[in-house]
């Protein structure tokens, strides 16, 4: 596996080799089925809404919807007017969606369409019925990654939907970030155990873990709805989860409809989910329930029962800047030391962070921005560790380095199912994290240890 991987790492100015990103619409597209009743739309070429729709199946097990302006050769050199117009107008006649969320592709943001003066002209020639609606970002696949697109698609549809009615409303808004159904659904817990009103946007859950009724909905119960999305601007704050993803549609309502926003990690792990109900119990004025306290007493006894094998373990991760820097902070926190965190994504201030996070414990910590997998591989080789976590596309470095234990953390998980079932974020999914670092180790020992070392009780 990987033989062409040497340990000889060469600087490498053009060449990306298994990189540890995707581009920018598939984050659109995941972020625009966060809303109730909306289709994705791809602007561009066809070839990028099927390849983006079948890593979001692949990864969710779950259909997903979204449409594209299926472009020739023609629309490539005259523009796209014509194919996004006449999308429009099937898509309303055939699929009747509440909603039509446009984003774009290299090819349509090269030859440079103007999508809001097509959206307008397709309204003013009817293509577009009078009570539907059609919002676009632009998602140009050469600037940022997935996360970029998932956060443009955000800001995007504040920009078209929030208002102000000015009369501030006790509700918090509450921007999760690109995490999964299942921890989407245990962040409306945690806010309601709280007891706060909140709107949850983007909100994929019901939508991307709908439950099987032997009907087919092509627009599933779950979703931001239009109403909370427009009622987003009357809330009394706003607390964004994940800078990378969530900042920008944040300070986009700050500036639109005047909502503070409070910008905080993501809520994986001790440290980032004690900011998640500090966030909350501040917001709402409220006590910490005690239903939330034991939650975080359980966490953090497993962290003290099972100290011992986490300490000092040497970890390799991949992946999303906000996964990662939470990720980072609570292996940290439980005693192990991230040795090396590379992500695809562009972005020096993610490699700030990271050394911010390791100085104490482990200040020659590698951090990369706007590196792949490829070069995570051959640094491991040279700098053995005890544990690899990124997603899917990892298992061939763990193979390749017989027997290092491989969590799947991220996006996407194309070979494993839990993911989307079962939160990591809050007090209950780091306690899931542990288990699953816990087991990884205890299998690895199960498997190598010799006969009479193999131990009944660990
Ligand atoms: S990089 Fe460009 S052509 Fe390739 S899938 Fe992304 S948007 Fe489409």
Not at 133 to 150: A, D, Q
Not at 217 to 233: I, N, S
Request: one cysteine or more.
């Amino acid at each position: 596996m990987l033989e062409g991987t040497t340990s000889e790492i060469r600087e490498r100015k053009a060449l990306r080799v298994n990189p540890a990103k995707t581009c920018q619409p598939i984050g659109a597209m995941y972020a625009a089925l966060g809303i109730n009743g909306c289709m994705p739309h791809s602007h561009g070429s066809q070839g990028c809404c099927a390849y983006h729709r079948s890593q979001l199946t692949r990864h969710y097990k779950e259909p997903v919807v979204a449409t594209t302006s299926s472009f020739t050769e023609g629309a490539s050199v005259f523009g796209g007017m014509a194919n996004l117009t006449t999308a429009l107008d099937n898509i309303f006649t055939i699929y009747d969606p509440k909603m039509v969320a446009v984003h774009t592709t290299c090819l349509s943001e090269v030859i440079g369409d103007d999508i809001p003066m097509i959206i307008a002209k397709a309204k003013k020639d009817g293509k577009i019925p009078e009570d539907k609606i059609v919002i676009h970002t632009n998602t140009p696949s050469f600037v940022g990654s997935h996360v970029t697109g998932f956060s443009n698609q955000c800001a995007s549809t504040i920009k078209y939907l929030s208002k102000s009615s000015g009369e501030t409303k006790n509700v918090v808004n509450l921007f999760p970030g690109w995490v999964e159904p299942a921890d989407m659904r245990e962040i409306k817990r945690l806010a309601g155990a709280m007891g706060l009103d909140y709107i949850l946007f983007p909100d994929t859950s019901d939508v991307l873990d709908s439950p099987q009724t032997g009907y087919y909905k092509m627009y599933p119960d779950g979703g931001t709805t239009l109403e909370q999305l427009e009622a987003m601007g009357d809330s009394f704050q706003t607390i964004a989860m994940g800078p990378l993803c969530s900042q920008a549609a944040a300070e986009q309502l700050e500036k639109q409809c005047n909502v503070p926003a409070k910008v905080i990690d993501l809520p994986i792990g001790l440290k980032a989910t004690d900011a998640f109900i500090d966030a909350l119990r501040v917001a709402g004025d409220v006590s910490v329930p005690e239903e939330i306290d034991k939650e975080r007493g359980r966490l953090v006894d497993m962290i003290s029962d099972m100290s011992q094998y986490f300490h000092q373990k040497k970890v390799a991760l991949f992946g999303d800047p906000d996964h990662l820097i939470s990720m980072t902070q609570f292996l940290v926190d439980v005693g192990m030391t991230p040795a090396i965190v590379v992500t695809g994504t562009p972005g020096k201030k993610f490699e700030r962070r990271i050394h911010e996070i390791c100085a104490d414990t482990n200040p020659d910590v590698v951090a990369l921005a706007f590196s792949d997998i490829h070069y995570l591989h051959q640094w491991i080789k040279q700098n053995p560790v005890d544990l690899l976590m990124g997603n899917t596309y990892g298992k061939f470095v763990a193979r390749a380095e017989k027997n290092l234990p491989f969590i799947r953390f991220g996006f996407p998980i194309l070979d494993r199912v839990g993911h989307r079932a079962f939160p990591t974020v809050g007090y209950a999914g780091a306690l899931r994290l542990l288990e699953k670092i816990t087991d990884a180790f205890f299998d690895l020992r199960d498997r190598n240890d010799s006969d009479e070392n193999v131990e009944l009780v660990l």
